[in-house]
Antibody, heavy 122, light 107 residues
Framework: QVQLVESGGGVVQPGGSLRLSCAASGFTFSSYGMHWVRQAPGKGLEWVAFIRYDGSNKYYADSVKGRFTISRDNSKNTLYLQMNSLRAEDTAVYYC???????????????WGQGTMVTVSS | AIRMTQSPSSFSASTGDRVTITCRASQGISSYLAWYQQKPGKAPKLLIYAASTLQSGVPSRFSGSGSGTDFTLTISCLQSEDFATYYCQQYYSYSWTFGQGTKVEIK
């Protein structure tokens, strides 16, 4: 079945780095744009980053621009989020999510992973 | 960035009630709007896209309407499994944004 599984979360000190992974299965990964979305404890959903199906374009929320990098390896069906210069306010559950339509960017998110927790604390 | 404002932020309702949640965009987004349901400790689930199209597998008691700046999510007959938090989201711009969420609690 269609599935996304995140990994790589953990506890990191302020200023540190972490790389999240999202393994996709059950669909043609290389045909879909992908997002990262986060949710701070007890808070709402915040979009973080998007990458087109072929990696040709990437977009970031202002809150992470210049610190986070989204990438993908279509040969491994895997999405990544490299997070540098981490701050306490980056503490959240990070979800990867698939764009609903093939080759599309402006579409809803139809499949979500279970999330991975990132805690930034000294 | 386009700001999405939901109302109310929370409310209590009973099983069988008809409930409506509204979402307003700070600028026109045509029909580039989705609704998600999230239960505690779980990932969000897509309910509706393109403002009014029901995602496959979602019960028909859920419906959406609106275009431009004003949108609504309606649950025609609230079931026990519908008590959750609901989010609207715009995907009109390349800076995707969510509403703050509406928590539907049991009265």
């Amino acid at each position: 079945q269609v599935q996304l599984v995140e990994s790589g979360g953990g506890v990191v000190q302020p200023g540190g780095s972490l790389r999240l992974s999202c393994a996709a299965s059950g669909f043609t990964f290389s045909s879909y744009g992908m997002h990262w979305v986060r949710q701070a404890p007890g808070k709402g959903l915040e979009w973080v980053a998007f990458i087109r199906y072929d990696g040709s374009n990437k977009y970031y929320a202002d809150s992470v621009k210049g610190r986070f990098t989204i990438s993908r390896d279509n040969s491994k069906n895997t999405l990544y989020l490299q997070m540098n210069s981490l701050r306490a306010e980056d503490t959240a559950v990070y979800y990867c999510a698939k764009v609903r339509g093939t080759l599309r960017a402006r579409d809803a998110f139809d499949i979500w992973g279970q999330g991975t927790m990132v805690t930034v604390s000294s | 960035a386009i700001r999405m404002t939901q109302s109310p932020s929370s409310f209590s309702a009973s099983t069988g009630d008809r409930v409506t949640i509204t979402c307003r965009a700070s600028q026109g987004i045509s029909s580039y709007l989705a609704w998600y349901q999230q239960k505690p400790g779980k990932a969000p689930k897509l309910l509706i896209y393109a403002a009014s199209t029901l995602q496959s597998g979602v019960p028909s008691r859920f419906s959406g309407s609106g275009s431009g700046t004003d949108f609504t999510l309606t649950i025609s007959c609230l079931q026990s499994e519908d008590f959750a938090t609901y989010y609207c989201q715009q995907y009109y711009s390349y800076s995707w944004t969510f509403g703050q969420g509406t928590k539907v609690e049991i009265k």
